[in-house]
């Protein structure tokens, strides 16, 4: 596959993964704080850090199983996503005092620091490990990063413009049915390659 479709898919996956979770609700949270282009660019090194890891990760992976495992075993991690969109990721009071009392000088080293930290483990870190074992590192860190990037771009832009009006539910669902089907695909050629 293609190195731009590498990158599109990966950035579909990390933008789908990136609605309405935790992480994003920080983004909202520290636009609240901060100027927006400050926010995002915070936002976009802690995602280079976070999903050059992820894509490392993918990487020792990928040298480690064989490539039928690898594609049933993101298949099933796809679904594992869909369910984790559907039950949620909340910002909860402890998230909202740890980002509160990370101020560092700079506010954009207190957004990179705070956005890392909320990032390590999260759905979009483990979506983007996904997607690189299937695809060359390169365009799968770009992608994850532009998906994660504009997912985040999109939710400041929105909060700001409608507030608590998003349907939250809506875009959770239509998440999950994203992550189902694409999840199914995979797990189905993920057998059909083990059995055959």
Do not use: C, N
């Not at 660019?41 to 020792?60: C, K, M, R, Y």
């Not at 402890?94 to 620091?113: C, N, P, Q, W, Y």
């Not at 349907?167 to 998440?175: D, H, L, T, Y």
């Amino acid at each position: 596959m293609g190195f731009l479709s590498a990158a599109a898919i990966s950035a579909l996956a990390v933008f789908v993964a990136e609605m309405g979770d935790k992480t994003q609700l920080v983004a909202m949270s520290l636009a609240t704080r901060y100027r927006a282009a400050t926010v995002l660019l915070g936002i976009t090194i802690a995602t280079v850090a976070v999903h050059g890891l992820s894509v490392f990760i993918a990487e020792v992976l990928g040298l480690a199983l064989p490539t039928d495992w690898l594609t049933l075993i993101a298949g099933a991690a796809f679904v594992v996503f869909g369910v984790w969109t559907l039950i949620g990721d909340e910002l909860t009071d402890k998230d909202e005092a740890r980002a509160a009392s990370r101020r560092i000088r700079s506010g954009l080293l207190t957004v990179a620091a705070v956005f890392f930290v909320a990032e390590l483990g999260d759905k979009t870190m483990l979506a983007t490990i996904t997607v690189g074992t299937q695809y060359d590192w390169l365009p799968v860190w770009i992608g994850s990063t532009a998906g994660m990037v504009v997912a985040d771009a999109l939710a400041i832009a929105l909060a700001a413009v409608v507030g608590k009006r998003l349907p939250e539910r809506a875009i959770k669902i239509g998440a999950a049915v994203l992550f189902f089907l694409a999840g199914g695909v995979m797990l189905f050629q993920g057998v059909l390659a083990v059995t055959s």
